[in-house]
C-alpha cells in the first residue's frame, strides 16, 4: 500500500528484507495490529500469522481511526 505513517509496521533488518524479498505480504488488520502473509511456498493457503508474543506491555493502547 502507500508510504503512510497510518501503514507503517516497525521491523528490524532481517525481517524488513524478508518481506521485501521473499514474498511475504504484512496488512494492518481491523485492531491496527500486523497480520504477516506467507508466499505460497510456505503456506499455499496464504492464511495470516501474528506475533502471539509481542515484547510490549500489552497495556498500550492503540487509538481506533
Not at 28 to 43: E, H, K, Q, T, V
Not at 47 to 59: A, F, K
Request: include cysteine; proline fraction near 14%; charged fraction near 25%.
Amino acid at each position: 500500500g502507500d508510504t503512510d505513517l497510518d501503514n507503517l509496521v516497525l521491523l528490524c533488518g532481517h525481517h524488513h528484507t524478508v518481506v521485501h524479498h521473499h514474498g511475504w505480504h504484512v496488512q494492518l488488520g481491523p485492531d491496527r495490529l500486523p497480520d504477516f502473509y506467507p508466499p505460497p511456498w510456505i503456506d499455499p493457503d496464504q492464511q495470516p500469522r501474528r506475533n502471539t508474543r509481542p515484547r510490549y506491555r500489552q497495556t498500550i493502547t492503540i487509538p481506533e481511526r
